[in-house]
T-cell receptor, first 112, second 113 residues
């Protein structure tokens, strides 16, 4: 079946602009996660949605970052007033409860 | 705060060699540990998941072990092939069911024909 999909696959933007990254999880998966992978760094947790519960936003690095998940399915990660240090690969994953996470291919963001 | 370390950062071996990748974590209170594979420009693929109550898991030529008390895991790859070339990531799921994986920085493996 279809896996986790993310769009766009690549995004180049200018410093100060806002960007939106989209994640389509596997159908039926109740949990959705966003991670960030910066050059030379490990994957860093950003935010976690589980069903209708309030999201765990503890990993968001600043208030310029926000995410929402509409209808328990598609999620959008928004970065406002982008900075060069936001350049990274943003990975989305989904899972059934307490099972392994299935990752999408990621969105490569470059802020000039 | 849980920290995950992977050694070595990079490894290059000739085809056919058996090899071991190492992962260590600072807090032994984990729910489970996973090994992932990441190919260039691709997402992560889960290879093996070990629950905290388990000692090892096997899949084909891969064997992962877990020693929770010492905070260590190893990924053993038998009879390596050029197609095994990728970055291997270790991730722990901290106890509490939060599901927020804590990743190491990975080991970049190159298997030379």
């Amino acid at each position: 079946g279809a896996g986790v999909s993310q769009s766009p696959s690549n995004k180049v933007t200018e410093k100060g602009k806002d960007v939106e990254l989209r994640c389509d999880p596997i159908s039926g998966h109740t949990a959705l996660y966003w991670y960030r992978q910066s050059l030379g760094q490990g994957l860093e947790f950003l935010i976690y949605f589980q069903g209708n519960s309030a999201p765990d936003k503890s990993g968001l690095p600043s208030d310029r970052f926000s995410a929402e998940r509409t209808g328990g399915s598609v999620s959008t990660l928004t970065i406002q007033r982008t900075q060069q240090e936001d350049s990274a690969v943003y990975l989305c994953a989904s899972s059934p409860p307490t099972e392994t996470q299935y990752f999408g291919p990621g969105t490569r963001l470059l802020v000039l | 705060k849980q920290e995950v370390t992977q050694i070595p950062a990079a490894l290059s071996v000739p085809e056919g060699e058996n090899l071991v990748l190492n992962c260590s974590f600072t807090d032994s209170a984990i729910y489970n540990l996973q090994w992932f594979r990441q190919d260039p420009g691709k997402g992560l693929t889960s290879l093996l998941l070990i629950q905290s109550s388990q000692r090892e898991q096997t899949s084909g030529r891969l064997n992962a072990s877990l020693d929770k008390s010492s905070g260590r895991s190893t990924l053993y790859i038998a009879a390596s092939q050029p197609g095994d070339s990728a970055t291997y990531l270790c991730a722990v799921n901290p106890q509490g069911g939060s599901e927020k994986l804590v990743f190491g920085k990975g080991t970049k493996l190159t298997v030379n024909p």
